[in-house]
Every structure is written in structure tokens, then in C-alpha cells.
């Protein structure tokens, strides 16, 4: 089974930004729909931005209009361009397939937001 890895978190102050990335080997993401997920301290993973096999996308409310979610179907990449950040999207960011995450999660990358 593809295990997508994440990368791209990092510590910020509150305003900036990063990119982050989950490539999935096996040329295969073409195939699939696939989501950024994220668990913050004391929290319940929750979804972060999705998107289709089309190009659909979707994005939590707290989210909107500061993160991004695109692919690159050739590179097998799913990114997640995130701006204004806020100490409150400090969290463990994973990505899996969406709207049907796998009970199988990677190590994720860690996004910190602190002054």
C-alpha cells in the first residue's frame, strides 16, 4: 500500500506562511481524491482542505480564504499553501485520501505558530 510522506512544517511567527507537501508514490494519484488532515494539541484530527480527482476543492470554515490546496498529478504531489498563519493551525498536518481517509496515517509534518 502508497504511504504518502508529508513534509514542508516548520516553525512561524504568526503571519507567515509554508508550503507543505505529500508526495505518493506509485503514480497513482491521479486516481484518487486526497485531503490535508491535521491534529492540534488535545484535539481531534480534523480535515483541513480536500480535494477531487477533478480538481474539486473543499476547505474547513476556519481555513478559507489563507490556505490553498493544489496537485501536481505528474510529480504525484499534493500541496497545501498555507498563508496568515495563526497559532490556533499549530497542529500535526498529515494528508490522506479524502472524502475516505485510510486507517493507516503517516508521520505527518509538524506546523508550529508562535511569537
Known amino acids: 500500500q502508497a504511504q504518502p510522506v508529508e513534509s514542508g512544517g516548520g516553525l512561524v511567527t504568526p503571519g507567515g506562511s509554508l508550503r507543505l507537501s505529500c508526495v505518493l508514490s506509485g503514480n497513482i494519484l491521479s486516481l484518487l481524491g486526497m485531503g490535508w488532515y491535521r491534529q492540534g494539541p488535545g484535539k481531534q484530527r480534523e480535515l483541513v482542505a480536500g480535494?477531487?480527482?477533478?480538481?474539486?476543492?473543499t476547505y474547513a470554515d476556519s481555513v478559507k480564504g489563507r490556505f490553498t490546496i493544489s496537485r501536481d498529478n505528474s510529480e504525484g504531489t499534493v500541496y497545501l499553501q498555507m498563508n496568515n498563519l495563526k497559532p490556533e493551525d499549530t497542529a500535526i498536518y498529515y494528508c490522506?485520501?479524502?472524502?475516505?481517509?485510510?486507517?493507516?496515517w503517516g508521520q505527518g509534518t509538524q506546523v508550529a505558530v508562535s511569537s
Open positions: 480535494i477531487s480527482q477533478g480538481g474539486t476543492t
Open positions: 490522506n485520501l479524502h472524502p475516505n481517509p485510510v486507517d493507516s
